[in-house]
């Protein structure tokens, strides 16, 4: 994974793309082989090293009982009101906060329940924003959601992919438009490609 670059990581399902995240964010060790972060092997940074240089965006965006500027905040609970908002505005979710009943001071229920499918993924490309890590993992950021919603998305997507080393992970062909390179997992097997056909449906 290159800096400033976003690779699609396409394939059938049951190919390993998700492992290959929790690989990345060391939810799981390699059985062989060796996964640096610069010039430093995993094997020689603990957990919390590597997650405070890798973000993951996983599929379904994690949302607490919590004030919406809370949940932005989450990696980040020292950060300013205005970082807060300046996140969100470039997630292209403020606009809909401040039609909250409060704002950014309104709670919401767990997991997000009053809120639409696209506005929680906002929230969390807010938060991604605000953790600002070198490294990211977009786990099917448009997963379940439909050709306008997430249309929506992409560009705050790639506002925050922007200068990071960027793992996209997708079965959806109209978010591979903003890769700037594609993998194909397939039989335990990595190629590149540079047509997005190379995406498998589930």
């Known amino acids: 994974l290159r800096p400033g670059r976003i690779t699609a990581l396409v394939g059938p399902s049951g ?5 290959l995240a929790s690989l990345l964010c060391r939810f799981d060790r390699p059985d062989a082989g060796t ?3 610069g010039d430093s092997d995993y094997t020689n940074l603990t957990a919390a090293s590597i997650r405070d240089h890798v973000t993951l965006l996983p599929q379904q965006p994690v949302i607490k009982a919590a004030t919406v500027a ?3 905040a989450y990696g980040r609970p020292d950060a300013s009101r205005a970082e807060i908002i300046s996140a969100a505005t470039a997630a292209d979710a403020d606009s809909f906060i401040n039609e909250l ?5 309104t709670t919401l229920e767990e997991d997000g329940l009053t809120l639409s499918g ?3 993924q906002r929230i969390a490309i807010a938060r991604a924003i605000l953790r600002d890590t070198p490294v ?3 786990d099917e950021p448009t997963a379940g959601l439909d050709h306008d ?5 992409l560009a705050p997507l790639r506002r925050l992919a922007a200068g990071k080393s960027t793992l996209l992970i997708t079965h959806d062909p109209r978010v591979t438009d903003i890769a700037d390179d594609i993998v194909v997992l397939r039989d335990g097997r990595l190629t590149w490609s540079n047509s997005t056909s190379a995406v498998c449906a589930s």
């Not at 009943?101 to 001071?105: E, F, I, L, Q």
Request: proline residues 4%.
């Open 15 to 19: 190919a390993g793309k998700s492992t």
């Open 35 to 37: 996964i640096t972060l």
């Open 70 to 72: 809370a949940n932005i």
């Open 101 to 105: 009943p409060d704002g950014y001071d």
């Open 118 to 120: 696209g506005q929680r």
């Open 136 to 138: 990211l993992v977009l």
């Open 149 to 153: 919603t997430a249309q929506r998305v």
